[in-house]
């Protein structure tokens, strides 16, 4: 079962591999196997056996817990179901109630729109500035790496949340060194208009993982390419945008892409931190907590896989803008390994 | 931020510029400042980045009434309390209970992540047959999947197979290597491995069972213990899982025992409740704290130079 930080640290497998991956696949798309002579047939047929061979556990889990689960849930999108009775099927009657008829719906998936479109370009910037202050000397920096790489690694833990939720109630320390300033906001958990803020802040905190992933890719910028800058007189602030930013766009559009992708998918920290209500007032009804809650506590079992299969559409799309986009602004320098 | 590549540069002048003395000693002092600045300023980024932790560790030894009254680090009035009466454990179920159930089911993850994912990477990177691009490309797509997509077919599956309330649900896909992340991973260090070896034991006839266990297999221990490192503790923090398989309180692992705690003690006795939260991240942060190196460079070096 994927949490959000594994799929944070799916992005530091880094953009070059997966660019990999979509090479292979257009090679597959375009004739597949290349012609083989006949002597070489036995040995093809033998390779194919040994290949299938070792993919049988990856097979079976792929066919059967990914691909036959994905289809079995488009269908149910289109029925009623409760997992006692049979499913009945109801047309597009679940997608119709979510949009017009179901305000919880809409409130949930506008609070989500706002925790992944306000928290993931600030998660993603206090990575990038972190990456380069630490890129600016190599001795000492590992301890910092790794002292900011620690949050990434359990901030998605019911045990975060839970300290998360201490330090922002009424009295708690965040509570507490705001008075010390004179500002006087209580607990931020019961309060409508900050317990968003405060997830957000939860998702920042965890910016280890994107800025490992910048580090990495900051190493990896040549050194004459600022050198050559410097003799055309650019100045720091034109190097970090003519050079830095430009030769980091790979890495920064595959940190974009699953940043996005895992924001929409936060569930733990917000079930937490409401006790499984998604309050105060739905402000952490986050989707994947309303649809959990139709789905297993309603066991609206179709409306939660009509749910689910409009957030795999938003993703697809996401995912499908970000790829057609990057031809404009990611540059892609060693393109020949 | 923007002078960041100016140093490693300054260096490398250094080294190879002969004779350029003047520059050489100015250089150093205003270097000595940058670096006294760098290293302020980082360690005030630390202790706010850290500070939940370090408050999670002080406030377990605050009795329940200091929460909400004394928002400092130290404890006004310092007791072991909390941990003496967690220790008991809750509902019948003693804590340790909770600790072995946590560990079974991530020590089985452990192994079925990574028996299940060398199978499947070597055939990835090291076969070459009919399909192999089509597979190893949905295989990537698997990993942009929004796996709430597939959680309520899932349960319905378990469900019919009469697996709910076992840990099966929870380890029999790991054993399946549906934790995609895992597979390339491991199909990414393997490409990084000449061939040589394997074409040479090939001659020699050995088939590719044998190369992978005699040959591969003793190679990819690094990207093996990676693997092994991060199922542990994404198995241990894993919350969703347990939430709709796992409903006799005495197989609860921590995460799901926790909201227990939560549940029943939140408004009386948040000490209890930041002690057991503070015992169970304890392993992970042992675990970090002593494969850091691993955990942080191994993957970011591995993935980028692909």
């Given at each position: 079962m994927s949490t959000e930080t594994e799929s944070i640290v799916t992005a530091e497998a880094g953009s070059?591999?997966?660019?990999?991956?979509?090479?292979?696949?257009?090679?597959?798309?375009?004739?597949?196997?290349?012609?083989?002579?006949?002597?070489?047939?036995?040995?093809?047929?033998?390779?194919?056996?040994?290949?299938?061979?070792?993919?049988?556990?990856?097979?079976?889990?792929?066919?059967?817990l990914t691909v036959g689960p994905m289809i079995y849930s488009l269908y149910l999108a289109f029925t009623k179901y409760n997992l006692f009775?049979?499913?009945?099927?109801?047309?597009?009657?679940?997608?119709?109630?979510?949009?017009?008829?179901?305000?919880?719906?809409?409130?949930?998936?506008?609070?989500?729109?706002?925790?992944?479109?306000?928290?993931?370009p600030i998660k993603l910037a206090a990575a990038l500035g972190i990456a380069l202050l630490l890129n600016y000397r190599n001795k000492g920096s590992g301890f910092f790496r790794s002292s900011f790489y620690a949050p990434s690694l359990i901030g998605a833990s019911v045990s975060v949340a839970i300290v998360w939720r201490a330090m922002f109630s009424t009295g708690g320390p965040v509570d507490g060194s705001l008075n010390l300033f004179g500002i006087q906001l209580g607990g931020w958990v019961g309060n409508v208009a900050l317990v968003l803020p405060m997830?957000?802040?939860?998702?920042?905190?965890?910016?280890?993982?994107?800025?490992?992933?910048?580090?990495?890719?900051?190493?990896?910028?040549?050194?004459?390419?600022?050198?050559?800058?410097?003799?055309?007189?650019?100045?720091?602030?034109?190097?970090?945008?003519?050079?830095?930013?430009?030769?980091?766009?790979?890495?920064?559009?595959?940190?974009?892409?699953?940043?996005?992708?895992?924001?929409?998918?936060?569930?733990?920290s917000a079930f937490i931190i409401s006790n499984g209500s998604g309050g105060p007032a739905g402000m952490t009804n986050f989707y994947t907590v309303y649809l959990y809650k139709r789905g297993f506590a309603d066991l609206q079992m179709g409306y939660a896989s009509a749910m689910a299969w409009v957030l795999v559409v938003v993703v697809a799309i996401i995912a499908f803008i970000l790829f057609k986009t990057q031809k404009s602004w990611v540059h892609y320098a060693g393109e020949n390994r | 931020m923007?002078?960041?590549?100016?140093?490693?540069?300054?260096?490398?002048?250094?080294?190879?510029?002969?004779?350029?003395?003047?520059p050489r000693r100015r250089a150093p002092r205003r270097k000595t400042i940058n670096t006294v600045i760098w290293f302020v300023v980082l360690l005030a980024f630390t202790?706010?980045?850290?500070?939940?932790?370090?408050?999670?560790?002080?406030?377990?030894?605050?009795?329940?009434?200091?929460?909400?009254?004394?928002?400092?680090?130290?404890?006004?009035?310092?007791?072991?309390?909390?941990?003496?009466k967690v220790v008991e454990g809750i509902g019948g179920t003693p804590l340790w209970q909770f600790f072995a159930n946590s560990l079974f089911i991530a020590v089985m993850a452990v192994i079925g992540t990574l028996i299940s994912?060398?199978?499947?990477?070597?055939?990835?990177?090291?076969?070459?047959?009919?399909?192999?691009?089509?597979?190893?490309?949905?295989?990537?797509?698997?990993?942009?999947?929004?796996?709430?997509?597939?959680?309520?077919?899932?349960?319905?599956?378990?469900?019919?197979?009469?697996?709910?309330?076992?840990?099966?649900?929870?380890?029999?896909?790991?054993?399946?290597?549906?934790e995609a992340f895992f597979v390339f991973l491991i199909v990414q260090f393997i490409r990084n491995i000449p061939r040589d070896m394997d074409e040479a034991a090939?001659?020699?006839?050995?088939?590719?069972?044998?190369?992978?266990?005699?040959?591969?297999?003793?190679?990819?221990?690094?990207?093996?213990?990676?693997?092994?490192?991060?199922?542990?503790?994404?198995?241990?923090?894993?919350?969703?899982?347990?939430?709709?398989?796992?409903?006799?309180?005495?197989?609860?692992?921590?995460?799901?025992?926790?909201?227990?705690?939560?549940?029943?003690?939140?408004?009386?006795?948040?000490?209890?409740?930041?002690?057991?939260?503070?015992?169970?991240?304890?392993?992970?942060?042992?675990?970090?704290?002593?494969?850091?190196?691993?955990?942080?460079?191994?993957?970011?070096?591995q993935g980028l130079k692909g």
């Open positions: 070059r591999s997966m660019r990999r991956g979509m090479r292979e696949l257009r090679r597959a798309e375009g004739g597949g196997t290349p012609p083989v002579s006949a002597g070489r047939r036995a040995h093809g047929r033998r390779e194919t056996i040994a290949g299938y061979g070792f993919l049988v556990p990856w097979l079976i889990g792929f066919l059967g009775t049979e499913p009945e099927w109801v047309g597009f009657d679940n997608f119709v109630r979510m949009f017009t008829d179901d305000p919880n719906y809409l409130q949930s998936v506008q609070i989500t729109l706002v925790y992944v479109l306000v928290g993931t997830m957000i802040l939860l998702a920042v905190w965890q910016f280890g993982a994107p800025m490992v992933i910048f580090l990495a890719g900051l190493k990896q910028v040549p050194a004459e390419l600022y050198e050559a800058a410097e003799v055309d007189g650019a100045g720091p602030v034109r190097k970090f945008w003519s050079v830095t930013i430009p030769m980091l766009s790979p890495v920064i559009f595959f940190n974009l892409l699953l940043e996005t992708i895992n924001a929409f998918q936060v569930f733990a | 923007t002078y960041t590549t100016d140093v490693p540069r300054a260096e490398f002048a250094e080294i190879t510029t002969e004779g350029g003395r003047a202790a706010i980045v850290l500070y939940p932790l370090v408050w999670l560790l002080f406030s377990t030894f605050k009795p329940s009434s200091e929460f909400g009254q004394n928002p400092g680090l130290l404890p006004e009035n310092p007791t072991i309390d909390n941990y003496v994912s060398a199978l499947a990477a070597y055939a990835f990177a090291r076969i070459k047959f009919r399909g192999v691009g089509v597979l190893f490309a949905a295989m990537i797509g698997t990993l942009l999947l929004p796996f709430h997509v597939i959680i309520i077919p899932q349960y319905i599956l378990f469900n019919k197979l009469e697996l709910v309330d076992t840990y099966w649900p929870l380890i029999l896909p790991k054993f399946l290597a549906t090939r001659i020699d006839g050995a088939g590719h069972l044998r190369i992978f266990f005699s040959i591969i297999v003793p190679l990819i221990k690094p990207a093996l213990i990676t693997s092994a490192i991060f199922t542990f503790i994404w198995t241990w923090n894993d919350f969703l899982g347990p939430l709709l398989y796992v409903n006799s309180p005495e197989k609860y692992p921590l995460p799901i025992a926790l909201r227990l705690y939560n549940d029943a003690t939140s408004t009386s006795d948040y000490g209890a409740t930041v002690a057991v939260s503070f015992l169970a991240l304890l392993p992970i942060l042992i675990f970090f704290i002593v494969f850091q190196r691993f955990l942080v460079e191994g993957v970011a070096t």
